[in-house]
Each structure stands twice: as structure tokens, then as C-alpha cells.
């Protein structure tokens, strides 16, 4: 059998103001005829730029130093540009990472994707637009017509997604490039597209290049995979091998760093579970933000309040972990921020048994005590101050500080999140993304808070970066009996290490829970199933089938009825779920499922 | 800032900035103190002379030494353009910022305000200022000034807006921050990229303005050696002796065109997107 695509000995240089720098450095890598071939690594591996040397696309500073690109046996570099433009889009198409800069904005969905099938076909008027519809209503956009009407920003990001997916197959190309396609989206919609390319691949047999950096969705997708480090293949196999029997100790160790609640090594930091009254409680949270509606001839329209959050109840445990999942929209952010007191809410919060209602009553003493580490640390630290004066202001204002305590203490906790005090004087942008989060989490941590809010921390890191900043978390967890509320959509990651999950959906906690072991027996909300069954890990991912939902996450601006699932939810029973709104009740030793299902019948699904 | 001149002289544009503006420092430091010839002194014998040895740039209507006129009056000149787009720029910036961060209502009346400044063109506005408190040079860096702060004003607000919503900001209320540290510590660095680059660009305006208004008789007065004001007075012989005009015109160019220059290659440099 020939290849359908070769790469022989690929070398890429990138011209930098710092000097050459190798970003490719021989790379072979092969792709059969509807094969299924991912790339896998972190961040600086080089697999993007090798989806674009394929391309023969490079960035303007990047030039091939030696090797071969053959699609078909036709050597790509020595094609002129006019043929080069022909065959991308035609012979091999791409998709990228952010269907939302993918998109014009100001022209319809449909003209774009007709547009892509134009130039490629030379089809036009009726037969143009049969096609387009075709493909728009195979890539799982049920109301195609509608849909080529409209325009980018009234799709949501998994269909816009599809939309691109379409039109980079209606051409019929036999080759698919996808660079990190599911990357920017919630979990289960990358569930259900990758369940949608695994389907087209099948009926259409296109070849697809699969570029990842998450190897769950890599043992899903692909048949064979490489691992790439520092711009090198470092392995290469079938996806089972490199599952089940890795070779390269990097290959292993990346691996390991995967949250797996099945292969709890022992290494997990749960800590004990905390005593009677808890360090922190939450009544009956509600947060509502003014949303403008369009109304009258000129869209004048008054400000309509809309709940973000509401009816949320939540304890965290002295020295506990407390997990709060669930995707964008779920309104986790939000009860953050209003935690912290970034927010105007209503309800109550109450710290070591103080209740404080309303914003205004967060004071001083409870802001040194309640600290929050925000998800990327490029936003959260200034790039315009030092470090020491980054990680050393809250105690500052404090107050009663002197300057020399205040150095000794960044200095001790500088060294507790294993920074160099060389670093002292340096600013943020000289700093990996690692270390950024360390700077964060040292800010965090010098006023010895009771309780600090992780949100969502590690989700911008490489998986063995995330390892790291876990087993730091856990680290100081059991030095100073802290406690965490984690927010995050990695249920993986948050089994393994919480002494409580809270299940969030559409503003609404549907399901609170105590763990002792990452198993998650029944009773448990649906919602709770799929999130679990849309992110397997690599080694479960191989075997098990995904789990996809449809739909969207309902309309703020008319919040259903019933069950905020009902739409989505694979265990709905009826048209009952439309019209009851289920309430919070525990089931069994369960805090609360908040599902209309008979708690007799959840008792009996499997454990996850 | 080392670390900002050699970028700049990496960037094709900063370079060629750096070079003009560095002419205009030697200028302003030693223009004034290296004339050949006195400035002021009268020569009878050699009146509007063209370039000759003795006289590179010629002599003026009363045989005065162009080239030492245009030498002396760079100090002025630059140190006019320089002095006003600073003044104009920290007043806009500080109004800008405060403005943005705080919003609401005292940001809507203070935008509209400057608003209306913007709507009025700068020469303008500048002149009716210098006409209303008096005629001279301190008036008239004053009015130039004014005149610039609205739209530094407008640059810095933008930013301020875009700053205010970042997590250090948020992280900064969170832990219950002064509004003071806030405003000066983790926002105004940030701002301080874009109204740089605006404000040396600015300078380049400035000048031109500070040469106009001269020109027009509402900046420097004679006998003192300005370059609007040289312009201005040679304007009678300009068909006989066009260098009177001339050199002391390309004296502006090169000093406004090397500001220009040199903001648009900080404009590069200072934006950390393109930042390695």
C-alpha cells in the first residue's frame, strides 16, 4: 500500500531576534490512505508547525532546512504557488484551532462555506448550494437551511466547529489536517466531534492528521499516533501501544501525568476529610447581572435582570478540596467571583460560622483569609511589576508589616513553591507558564489564607506542568491545612484529589457528593454520567465509547421550566421534565441529586 | 530602556527615528552654544547672500548668519515642541486614566468634554487660547498643551478600559486594594505604552504648531531666533532669497519627520504582542 502522505527527514529553522532556533529536527511521519494518524505533545513540541510545513505555510521567519513533504508521491516544495493553491482545500484541507477567528464575520455562514466549495469544484447557483447543504447536514448541523443564513456570531463554538469541518470536506480531499480542533471547546462538545470525525472518516474514508496535545481524545481517534518533544519524534506506534505499552520515558511520563481516576497510584493528595462546622458555607447564593434587551423601533430596551447563579448551597470542609465542575455557562465562574467579592450577590457566606450578606460585608479579615488564584497568570500578574512586589502586596496591606518581615516572607514562600529567588527582580513575561502559576499561587499563599479558590488553574498548562502544580497544591494543603475550592471541567483531574464535588449545570448545582476513592458509585445526576463519559482517559479511551449530547445550553433570557437538563439529558423521562423543576434532595449518603428520576432507579446505574 | 533603544535600533523605521532624533538632541544641546557666528549681528556688507563658504546657509535681509540663526533657534524650536507635548501628555494621560477607571457618569461628562476639544483642529484651538491669556512663548506651550490633552486623554481611556477588565486589576479589588494603587501602580504602567508612542509622535505636531503660531506672530518675538519665526520673517523675501525659508523649513521637517519616525518605531517595539 503506498502512503498518502510522507514527511522524510523534515528540519525547520525559526529565525528569532535570540537566533536560530530548530523547531522541527528530522521528522518521518507517515499517513496511509483513510488513516487516522494523531501528533501528540505539549506545548514547544512542534506539532503545529509541522501541520504547517505540510502545508508548505510556514511563518514568515521559519525556512526548511532539509527534508521531504510528498503528498501522493508529489513532492509539495517543488509545486509553484497556483498549484500549491489548488491542492490546499482540494487535496488536503485544514481546519485550526478557534472557529471563532476562522470565520468573517460580516459575511453569512453559508456564502463562506459555498465560497470554499467554489473555488475547488467550480460549482455554482443551485448545485453549489445542494452541496453545501449536503455536507452542513453531515457534519450534524441538523437545520442546515437556517443555519447557512446565518451569521458567525449567532453560532455557538461547536457549530462553528462543524461549519468549518464542512467546508474543508465538501471538496472531497483525502487528506485532513486538524490542528487542536477541539481544544477551545467544553468537553462535551469535543465529545461529540470527535465522534463526528471518527463517523466521517468511516463513510467518506478521508485520511485525517490529528494534532493534540490531550492523548484521551488521541486513543479515540486516531489508529496510529507521534510523540513529539522538542521539535523530534520521540515515538511512534499504534495507539494501543503507546497506551498500553509506552517505550520513551517521555512518552511514559506524559502518561502518567494524565489525570486517570483508575490508576490511582497512590500518589493523590486527598486530604482527610474536615470536622463538623465547616470553614466555609454558602445560603442560598444568588447572583443576577442587568442584560439588555432589544426592544422598540431603535433598540432602545430597558436592562432585564438575569440570574447567573442562583439557589446555590455549598459547604467547604476545614482542610478540604471541594470540587465545583461543569462547562462555560455553567455559572462556576461566577460564584467564584463573588466569593471574592467581585460580584454583587445575594444570600449569605459565611466563614468559620461568621454569616456576612451581601458584598459590602466581605471585610478585610476575610479577604486575607479567602484568597483566589485565577486561571491564566498571564492576566492575573501585572506585567509591569517585579515579583517580589507581585507576591508581596496583599501582606503589604495587611498593614503592620514591617518591609523586612515582608522579604522574609516572599523569600520563605518563594522557596515553598520551588521558585529561584533569583526571580525576585525579574518580571512575569521572562517566565514559563508553570512558573507564572507558581508566582500566582506564592501571592495566594503569603497571608496563610483558610481557604483559597483554584479557578480553573491548571487548565492552560501541559499535563505534566498540571502534575506539578497539583503535587505543589497538595504540598502546601497538608503544610498549612488549607483548604481548596476547586473550580474546573476536568472531572478527571478533580476525582482524584476532592473531598466533596459539586456538579454544576446552567447556574444550578444538580449534583453535591462525597468522595473517599475517585469511584463515583450510584445514584448520580445524568449530567454527572456524561461529563465523566465525554473525557475518558487514554487508557479507557481505547475501549470504552463516548458519550455525546446534542443541543445548547438553554436561553438566559427565557430559562426553562423544568429540569435545566431536560433538553440535553440521555436519561430524560418524558415530557415531565419540561414542566417540573426538580429540587435538590439527597439520595442515599448523597448531598443532594437534583434529577425527577426515581432515586430506586439511579441506585441501580453502574458505578463510573 | 537600553533594552528598548536596541530593539529600536533593530526595527528599520526606529532606527532611522533614533538616528533623526539623536541629530535633534546634539542640535538642542550644542545648536545654541557653536553658532560661527554671533546671531544677531548685523552684516551690511554681505545682505542675502546665497550659500558660500563663509555663510553655508547664506546671510538674511540684514546680513545676519542663517546657519547660526538655525543653529540657535533649535533649542527653542525643539525644547518648545518637547516641553508642550509633555505637559499636554501627562495631563491627557492622568485625565484618561482616572476617567476610564472610575466610568460612569463623571466619565460620560468628561469624554464629552474632551470631545468637544477634539472637534475643534488644534491650530485653532491653540491660537484662541494664546489670544485669550496673552501672547508668548510660555502661553503658547500652555495652549498647545490644551490642545493635545483631549486626545492623549481618548488614548489613555481606551487603554484603561481594556486594562480594567484584566484579572490583575480583578485580583488587585479582590484582595481589597487601594483605589490609588490601583490607578497608579497596576493600571498606569500599562497605559504608559500606547501614550508614549502617541505622544512622541505628537512632538512632531508640536513642533510644527509651536513654528505656525510663531509664524503667525503668537509665539516667539523677535528679535529671539525661532524657526516659524525665521519662516515668518523671511516670508517678504522669498522670491529674491527662497533659503531664508528654505533651510530654516528643513529644519522642521527633519525634526518633526525624525519624531514620527521614532514613535512609530516604539509603536512596534513597546507592543508586547509583537514582543518576541
Redesign the interface.
Known amino acids: 500500500m503506498t502512503d498518502l502522505l510522507t514527511v522524510e527527514n523534515l528540519t525547520v529553522d525559526f529565525e528569532?531576534?535570540d537566533g536560530t532556533v530548530r523547531a522541527l529536527d528530522n521528522v518521518d511521519i507517515r499517513v496511509g490512505p483513510g488513516e487516522a494518524v494523531a501528533i501528540v505533545g505539549e506545548s514547544g513540541s512542534g506539532k503545529s508547525t509541522l501541520a504547517y510545513a505540510i502545508l508548505q505555510y510556514l511563518a514568515q521567519n521559519g525556512r526548511k532546512v532539509a527534508g521531504t513533504v510528498r503528498l501522493e508521491g508529489r513532492d509539495l516544495s517543488r509545486l509553484t504557488r497556483p498549484e500549491l493553491h489548488m491542492l490546499r482545500g482540494a487535496e488536503m484541507s485544514v481546519v485550526s484551532q478557534d472557529p471563532a477567528t476562522s470565520f468573517n464575520p460580516t459575511l453569512s455562514v453559508g456564502r463562506q462555506v459555498e465560497e470554499a466549495i467554489r473555488v475547488h469544484t467550480r460549482l455554482s447557483g443551485t448545485a453549489l448550494r445542494v452541496r453545501a447543504l449536503e455536507f452542513l447536514r453531515k457534519v450534524g448541523l441538523p437545520d442546515a437551511e437556517t443555519m447557512m443564513d446565518k451569521y458567525p456570531h449567532q453560532l455557538s463554538g461547536g457549530e462553528k466547529q462543524r461549519a468549518l469541518i464542512a467546508a474543508a470536506i465538501a471538496t472531497g480531499p483525502k487528506l485532513l489536517i486538524m490542528d487542536e480542533p477541539t481544544t477551545a471547546l467544553d468537553v462535551t462538545t469535543a465529545a461529540a466531534l470527535v465522534a463526528l470525525l471518527k463517523d466521517l472518516k468511516r463513510s467518506l474514508g478521508v485520511a485525517i492528521l490529528y494534532i493534540t496535545h490531550d492523548l484521551g481524545i488521541m486513543a479515540q481517534i486516531a489508529d496510529r499516533a507521534y510523540v513529539m518533544k522538542q521539535g523530534a519524534v520521540v515515538e511512534e506506534g499504534t495507539v494501543e501501544q503507546i497506551v498500553t505499552a509506552p517505550r520513551h520515558p517521555y512518552t511514559q511520563r506524559l502518561l502518567a501525568s494524565v489525570p486517570d481516576p483508575e490508576a490511582a497510584d497512590g500518589a493523590e493528595h486527598r486530604s482527610a476529610a474536615g470536622g463538623d462546622t465547616p470553614l466555609l458555607e454558602v445560603r442560598d447564593l444568588k447572583v443576577s447581572y442587568p442584560m439588555r434587551v432589544k426592544s422598540g423601533p431603535f433598540h432602545w430596551g430597558a436592562s432585564r435582570l438575569v440570574q447567573a447563579v442562583h439557589n446555590i448551597n455549598l459547604k467547604v470542609g476545614r482542610g478540604e478540596t471541594v470540587g465545583l465542575i461543569g462547562e462555560s455557562g455553567s455559572g462556576k465562574s461566577t460564584i467564584a467571583?463573588a466569593l471574592?467579592?467581585?460580584n454583587a450577590f445575594n444570600g449569605e457566606i459565611a466563614l468559620e460560622g461568621n454569616f456576612r450578606h451581601g458584598r459590602e460585608a466581605l471585610d478585610?479579615a476575610y479577604?486575607r483569609d479567602v484568597?483566589?488564584i485565577?486561571?491564566?497568570p498571564d492576566?492575573?500578574?501585572?506585567?509591569?511589576?517585579r515579583i517580589a512586589e507581585l507576591i508581596g502586596?496583599?501582606l503589604k496591606?495587611q498593614g503592620g508589616v514591617s518591609r523586612t518581615e515582608i522579604n522574609a516572607k516572599v523569600a520563605e514562600i518563594m522557596r515553598l513553591v520551588q521558585l529561584s529567588p533569583d526571580l525576585l527582580n525579574r518580571f512575569t513575561?521572562q517566565l514559563s507558564g508553570g512558573q507564572k502559576q507558581r508566582v500566582a499561587i506564592a501571592r495566594a499563599f503569603i497571608t496563610r489564607p483558610k481557604l483559597v479558590i483554584c479557578d480553573e488553574i491548571t487548565s492552560g498548562l501541559d499535563v505534566t506542568v498540571q502534575k506539578s502544580i497539583m503535587e505543589l497544591l497538595g504540598s502546601l494543603q497538608s503544610q498549612f491545612g488549607t483548604s481548596y475550592l476547586f473550580i474546573t471541567h476536568d472531572i478527571n483531574l478533580i476525582r482524584s484529589v476532592a473531598n466533596r464535588i459539586y456538579t454544576m449545570y446552567f447556574g444550578e448545582i444538580v449534583e453535591g457528593r462525597i468522595l473517599e476513592n475517585p469511584s463515583l458509585p450510584a445514584p448520580y445526576h445524568p449530567y454527572t454520567e456524561v461529563l465523566v463519559k465525554s473525557a475518558l482517559p487514554p487508557r479507557r479511551a481505547l475501549t470504552g465509547s463516548i458519550e455525546t449530547i446534542k443541543g445548547e445550553l438553554p436561553s438566559r433570557l427565557s430559562p426553562p421550566r423544568g429540569c435545566v437538563f431536560a433538553s440535553r439529558c440521555p436519561r430524560r423521562i418524558g415530557p415531565v421534565c419540561d414542566q417540573t423543576a426538580p429540587d435538590l434532595l439527597p439520595r442515599g449518603e448523597q448531598i443532594g441529586i437534583r434529577c425527577l428520576i426515581e432515586t430506586a432507579e439511579l441506585r441501580r446505574l453502574p458505578t463510573l | 530602556m537600553i533594552r528598548i533603544i536596541t530593539r529600536l535600533w533593530?526595527h528599520p523605521i526606529g532606527r532611522l527615528g533614533l538616528i533623526a532624533v539623536g541629530f535633534n538632541l546634539l542640535l538642542f544641546i550644542f545648536g545654541p552654544m557653536l553658532p560661527p557666528y554671533d546671531p544677531e549681528a548685523f552684516g551690511f556688507t554681505a545682505r542675502l547672500t546665497g550659500s558660500s563658504l563663509a555663510h553655508p546657509f547664506g546671510t538674511d535681509e540684514f546680513g545676519r548668519d542663517v546657519l547660526s540663526r538655525v543653529m540657535v533657534g533649535s533649542r527653542n524650536t525643539i525644547g518648545f515642541g518637547v516641553l508642550s507635548t509633555l505637559i499636554g501628555t501627562t495631563v491627557g494621560a492622568a485625565i484618561g486614566i482616572v476617567s476610564g477607571y472610575f466610568g460612569g457618569l463623571f466619565d460620560e461628562i468628561v469624554m464629552r468634554f474632551a470631545d468637544a476639544f477634539v472637534a475643534i483642529p488644534n491650530l485653532l484651538l491653540s491660537m484662541l487660547i494664546v489670544i485669550a491669556i496673552g501672547v508668548s512663548t510660555g502661553n503658547a506651550i500652555l495652549a498647545i498643551a490644551v490642545s493635545f490633552a483631549p486626545s492623549i486623554a481618548r488614548v489613555a481611556r481606551s487603554t484603561t478600559l481594556t486594562i480594567r477588565q484584566?484579572?490583575?486589576v480583578?485580583?488587585?479589588?479582590?484582595?481589597?486594594?487601594s483605589t490609588g494603587y490601583i490607578v497608579l501602580?497596576?493600571i498606569a504602567?500599562?497605559v504608559m505604552a500606547p501614550v508614549i508612542v502617541e505622544g512622541t509622535i505628537r512632538i512632531s505636531f508640536a513642533i510644527m504648531l509651536g513654528a505656525t503660531l510663531s509664524y503667525l506672530g503668537l509665539g516667539a518675538q523677535p528679535p529671539a531666533s525661532d524657526w516659524g519665526l525665521l519662516i515668518s520673517e523671511a516670508r517678504q523675501y522669498m522670491l529674491r532669497a527662497p533659503w531664508l525659508v528654505a533651510w530654516p523649513g528643513l529644519a522642521i521637517a527633519v525634526v518633526s519627520i525624525g519624531f514620527n519616525l521614532l514613535g512609530d518605531g516604539l509603536r512596534d517595539v513597546l507592543n508586547?504582542r509583537v514582543?518576541?
Open positions: 528569532t531576534g467571583r471574592v467579592g467581585l478585610a479577604r484568597q483566589m485565577f486561571q491564566h492576566l492575573s500578574l501585572n506585567p509591569r511589576i502586596r496583599p496591606l513575561y | 533593530s484584566t484579572d490583575y480583578k485580583a488587585a479589588e479582590a484582595r481589597g486594594d501602580r497596576e504602567p500599562n508586547p514582543r518576541d
